[in-house]
């Protein structure tokens, strides 16, 4: 055969956008999934505004603009993010994405140790105004998969950098009101240094990798934070 299928992912305001959040495609053998990303421009004109601002993933991992997906691969075309499988690291965990409320007295129960001299607990809520607008509430969305298997790398990569004990993250998904926690990190080490400092790096990092974006809905609209190319709506 000189074709491969694939499934093609999409998230966030690509998925509104394309009106769809999955497809499947054939294309020839050896094709990038650069290449990939631009024959899903070309049928869906409406992401053409995501051109040069999304990142690619293959089977729930990131990979370069030339990889060469193969036969029944998951491609995922990542939007900029509002911010795995295998024996973890032991300073790991709990990792968790899920719709109920976060018990944050749970995850700070989760890093508590004897040999910890010091933990610190960051605690990300919705606030009821951003920008100039009134914030009404913020819905979260998800890759599952790939978003714990990053959150994951990260904290990993925490503990490498770090002399940590522990560090466990929640994130929520779907509606998130107004003063209810949407993520929450909480890390203990044996000296305090070293646990504001992971907490830190490890919020920063979730921003910038974990493919969870968040609309916010505001008084007279709403929009993809985080995503380069979302603005509010114009008032008519």
């Not at 913020?138 to 990993?156: C, G, I, N, Q, V």
Request: include cysteine; hydrophobic fraction near 40%.
């Amino acid at each position: 055969m000189n074709k491969l299928s694939v499934t093609v992912k999409l998230f966030a305001t690509l998925r509104e956008r394309a009106k769809t959040a999955e497809i499947s495609r054939e294309f020839a053998h050896g094709t990038t999934v650069g290449e990939m990303w631009r024959s899903v421009l070309e049928e869906f004109p409406a992401l053409q505004a995501h051109f040069g601002s999304v990142s690619f993933a293959v089977n729930r991992e990131y990979v370069k603009a030339d990889y060469r997906p193969r036969d029944g691969d998951e491609v995922a075309f990542i939007p900029p993010v509002s911010g795995g499988s295998g024996i973890e690291a032991g300073w790991v965990g709990p990792i968790t994405i899920g719709r109920a409320p976060i018990d944050v007295a749970a995850l700070e129960r989760a890093v508590a140790d004897p040999g910890a001299g010091g933990a610190v607990t960051f605690v990300g809520t919705t606030r009821n105004e951003n920008a100039g607008r009134g914030v009404i509430r913020l819905e979260y969305e998800a890759y599952e998969p790939m978003a714990l298997s990053e959150m994951r790398k990260l904290a990993e990569e925490a503990g490498r950098r770090w002399e940590i004990t522990r560090i466990a993250i929640a994130h929520r998904i779907g509606t998130v009101e107004i003063g209810e926690a949407s993520v929450v990190i909480a890390v203990s080490a044996p000296h305090r240094a070293e646990a504001f400092a992971a907490c830190r790096f490890a919020i920063d990092r979730l921003k910038q990798i974990v493919p969870i974006w968040k609309k916010e809905y505001f008084e007279g609209g709403e929009v993809w934070v985080g995503c380069q190319t979302s603005h509010p709506p114009a008032h008519h």
